[in-house]
Structure formats: structure tokens, C-alpha cells
């Protein structure tokens, strides 16, 4: 099984790049839903600030890689050649997924950050942050987890700073580079 990695701070594209892959018949797992089940088992409102906290207290509680050991059933679950793993923010998930699967890459998505705030504030998720304060609040957060070590780590990046369609060319050439010998 090859399993591909994404990696990248709020809002460069990520979701967007499992998107893709998942046009191109590449299964997706979101390593935020694990958070997510677990901010519904305790009855929580699943606000920036409440997944956050959880994601801090799970990886205190289990290690820096917690989230990716506790994707690593689902990516295998897939049943597919080829997985896409969504959601990785630390360094020691990078190592964990390079450990349990032999064949791991990770893809950096970069975008500026005014972008990222307008996408933000665009998008309209419940649990998004719409206030630059907040933005640069979750962008340490994440920061303190390790991402920008993750980040370092990877094998290709990908920048997302101009139209949907350019980074959709981008993105599709990558997935399209790393399926190619499946």
C-alpha cells in the first residue's frame, strides 16, 4: 500500500488536494475526524477552540503521534493501492506513518497568508476562526504541534497562491506522479 501524506497550515488547499485525489479514485482519510468522534463522545460543540484542545489533550495523552496511530486502522481499512491521509500536524506523525507504511510521501500545500485568511472567511466552516488574531493564534497552535518540522519533511510541495484551476493542474500532476507506479 503507498499512502500519501498532506501536510500544510489552515487553509493553503489541503481539503482541496483530498478532493482531487479523491476525483482521481484515491481514497481520503481525514485524521481530523478523529478529534472530530471524540469531541462528540464528550458532548462538545466542535468550535476552533474546542477541537484544538482536544487534539492537545489527545496527544498528551497518547504521544505527539496520537492521531496518526489512531488513523492508521482506517488508512488500512481503504483496501486500496493507493490511500490519502489528510491532517497530519506533527513531525512524529510524519515518522509514525514513515514507520508503519513503506511507502509514505508527504506533500507540503503552501499558500500566502492574507490568502489564507480570505479563504477562511469565505469558506464557512462551523469549526473556522474568522479574525486574523485567530488565524495567527491556530497557525502557532499548529506550529507548537511540530507542523513546521512536518512541514520541512516533505517529499514534493505544491503552492497554492493563484486560481482553482492552476492549482488543480498542480495537484494532478503530483497525485498523477506518485499513482504512477501502482
Not at 497518547?62 to 483496501?79: F, H, N, P, Q, V
Not at 516533505?154 to 499513482?179: F, H, P
Amino acid at each position: 500500500m503507498k499512502v500519501i501524506g498532506v501536510v500544510g497550515l489552515p487553509a493553503t488547499g489541503k481539503g482541496e488536494f483530498s478532493r482531487i485525489a479523491g476525483e482521481l479514485g484515491i481514497p481520503v482519510v481525514v485524521m481530523g475526524d478523529v478529534v472530530r468522534r471524540e469531541v462528540r463522545r464528550q458532548g462538545l460543540s466542535p468550535t476552533d477552540e474546542t477541537m484544538g484542545r482536544i487534539s492537545g489533550e489527545l496527544r498528551q495523552e497518547y504521544g505527539r503521534d496520537a492521531l496518526a496511530t489512531l488513523s492508521i486502522a482506517a488508512i488500512e481499512k481503504a483496501g486500496a493501492d493507493v490511500v490519502l491521509v489528510d491532517g497530519i500536524r506533527s513531525d512524529a506523525e510524519v515518522v509514525r506513518f514513515r514507520e508503519h507504511f513503506e511507502e509514505f510521501y508527504l506533500v507540503a500545500v503552501e499558500s500566502p497568508y492574507d490568502l489564507r485568511l480570505a479563504r477562511i472567511r469565505d469558506r464557512g466552516r462551523e469549526d473556522d476562526i474568522i479574525s486574523a488574531e485567530e488565524l495567527t493564534a491556530r497557525d502557532g497552535r499548529e506550529l507548537g504541534w511540530g507542523l513546521g518540522e512536518a512541514i520541512l519533511m516533505a517529499d514534493y510541495s505544491v503552492t497554492n497562491d493563484g486560481g482553482m484551476s492552476e492549482y488543480e493542474i498542480k495537484t494532478r500532476s503530483i497525485l498523477r506522479k506518485l499513482m504512477g507506479d501502482v
